[in-house]
């Protein structure tokens, strides 16, 4: 962790609150193997048959220019939307790989509800007894530094706190794999940190996490692995300090040096 | 030009001194058209919200007729509640013609429609925001439907005014069914109908003007509660 992540998480009211019987110790749903996944929509092919294999351990970050794939490879293997071709194949069945996992989305969506609300209702989905829900939602806010703003209508909080909120909210289903699609777009460098603090809580308490961004210095701090996305496409997937000090695909080292843009 | 000064006088007069036949049938209407709200939301609004979320063949065909239904002419909702509940009809049985109940059914089928129609499209906007999240947490359609309504309940208030509206103003159903009995089924659109055949214009229009004045306090009390419960949870 470094100096800056560790000043976001002193923010933070509770660092010790833990849910350690629900966090998974070792993953029974990797490693996620990916073949040939194609995917169209509106008449364009957006994925062009993708393969990509995703392990247990730090967090897999896909990069990759503006319209590249990110977003849809995420719902794709998250199982929101239906591939062309190809095949998507967990180390388990799909049905329990899905309970398994949890999505916060791009642009999250705030329900009409107090933000402890929020982090109930997929608790009550997941069928968590009702009494334990109450304190399980409680636990996940303040891990995320939010558990002042619990009775606040979720819509009325700031961009940062929606988005702390939302991994919250997906953090308490204690899933294995987690997907995050740019936590931290349109968010202030402070913010960006207490999102990053976060991430890395999540990753280190056992969850793995799939998290796209087209911020390469957050992609330093984050990732194990990085997946590069072009045009619907994996260019490279390798390791990140391999990837940064050496990327082999031309595309990945315009995109390094900030010249490739779409 | 006269009967208007001599309605307001008289209406004024009527709320005044709290005229206890006046009364007893503005209570009877507020008592009827909330209970055919009541019976009608249980039904309209999960309806609504299924329509909303639900993708079915035919289901163009389903949203067209209910928008159609909301244009239901009040005497043939009362005409066909009629049939049901007349001595020889299949629910002849329960001899609720021509009892306050009877008029409860009849506004609550010619409602009905309109609550489920408006509260479709309420709640397709909404659906289209949550379908996503909703289907991350493992919420299909039909687990999404109470969601929906809870998350949708200050649009739907205003929906619940507009089927309330409709049924304290309408006239042809709860006469057909209910037979505008004093003391028993008259309501306020029954006797300004009943006012106006006698010839009696200035009561019949002040009985208009507490009607009116019922139906927009009404109104405004809900729009007060629901902007201070929105306040509360935006
Ligand atoms: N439902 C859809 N219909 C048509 N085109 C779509 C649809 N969804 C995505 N696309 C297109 O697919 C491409 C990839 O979109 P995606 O959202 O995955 O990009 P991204 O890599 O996440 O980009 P960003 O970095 O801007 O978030 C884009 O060109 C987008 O316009
Ligand atoms: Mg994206």
New binding site residues.
Partial sequence: MDGAAAAARDLRPSQAAGIPAEVPLRSTILPLRVEGLRYA??G?A?LHGVDLEIAAGPPTLVV?P???????LLRLLHGLLTPAGGRIAWAVPFDQARRRQAMVF?RPVMLRRSALANVVYPLALAGLPRAGRAARAREALARVGLLHLAERPARQLSGGEQQRLALARAWALAPELIFLD?PTANLDPAATRAVEAIVQDIAAAGTKVVM?S?DLAQARRLAGDIVFLHRGRVIEHAPAARFFAAPRAPEAAAFLRGELLA | MEDFDAAFAIAIGMIGSADPALLEIVVLSLKVSAAAVLLAALVGLPLGALLAVARFPGRRAVVVALNALMGLPPVVAGLAIYLLLSRSGPLGELGLLFTPGAMVLAQAVLIAPILAALARQVLEGLWEEYAEQLRSFGAGPWRAVPSLLFDGRFALSTVLLAGFGRASAEVGAVMIVGGNIEGFTRVMTTAIALETSKGNLPLALALGVVLMAIVLTVNAAVQVLRDAAARRAA
């Fill in positions: 929509a509106g364009h957006i990759g503006n319209g590249a794939g990110k977003s849809v791009q740019e796209t087209h």
